[in-house]
């Protein structure tokens, strides 16, 4: 069965201090993997996707297929980064059916 | 272009009761995936609806049920409420069955008494 996993329910760091978010997930085939983002009082929205291996608002996320894991990092950190961050898998059977982790609280200290 | 619309945006029932809940997708967007927010359980996907057909379904029981219009607006109504069904339903609208790119809607907050 899929499942993915972000052990920090709360984060905290300063601002210009690195960030990381941690996100595992199981699943036993191929997985797509997102972050999505929530800032307080706006929609859900995709922040990136492994796929695109690009780089959104300085946030990167590296696939390690051989840890399960699909991290956000920045190396920065500002203000306007604080918000709801989620990690996402999707099973490619043709269908739109995301499964996400329970969020990480991420909040940047002036 | 205008983003995912739901409504009603909030909902009060009492236990017992059914409730529908309307999404519309992006125009030009045909999969609609439904996925209700809950603090206990986080995001859970319902179910997603492609030209009219229910392509896939999340682990819930049958109370929870979907459909989608020739236009692509789609419903979802739970019959015989619970607390428990208590939660945010969100709404996601993709262009392809398997466009992984899911734009959200800003959800229909319902509370069952």
């Known amino acids: 069965a899929q499942r993915v996993t972000q052990p920090e329910k709360l984060l905290s760091v300063f601002k210009g201090a690195p960030v990381e978010l941690k996100c595992n997930y199981s699943?036993?085939?191929?997985?797509?993997l997102f972050w999505y983002v929530q800032y307080s009082r706006q929609r859900l929205q995709l922040l990136l996707r492994?796929?695109s291996r690009e780089s959104i608002k300085g946030f990167t996320a590296d696939l390690n297929k051989g840890e399960t894991s699909f991290h956000l990092k920045k190396p920065f950190a500002q203000e306007e980064d604080s918000a709801m961050y989620y990690c996402?898998?999707?099973?490619?059977?043709?269908?739109?059916?995301?499964?996400f982790g329970t969020g990480t609280r991420l909040t940047v200290i002036p | 272009k205008a983003g995912v619309t739901q409504t009603p945006r909030y909902l009060i029932k009492t236990r017992g009761q059914q409730v529908t809940l309307s999404c519309s997708p992006i125009?030009?967007?045909?999969?609609v995936s439904w996925y209700q927010q809950t603090p206990g359980q986080g995001l859970q996907f319902l179910f997603e609806?492609?030209?009219?057909?229910?392509?896939n379904k999340g682990n819930f029981p049958g109370r929870f049920s979907g459909r989608q219009f020739s236009n692509s607006r789609s419903e979802m109504n739970v019959s015989t409420l619970e607390l428990g069904d208590s939660a945010l339903y969100l709404c996601?609208?993709?262009?392809?069955?398997?466009?992984?790119?899911?734009?959200f809607g800003p959800g229909t907050r319902l509370t069952v008494t």
């Open positions: 996601a609208s993709s262009l392809e069955l398997a466009g992984l790119e899911q734009y």
């Open positions: 699943y036993s085939g191929s997985p797509e």
């Open positions: 492994h796929i």
């Open positions: 996402a898998l999707s099973v490619i059977t043709g269908a739109n059916n995301l499964f």
């Open positions: 125009s030009g967007h045909r999969s």
């Open positions: 609806y492609f030209s009219e057909t229910q392509r």
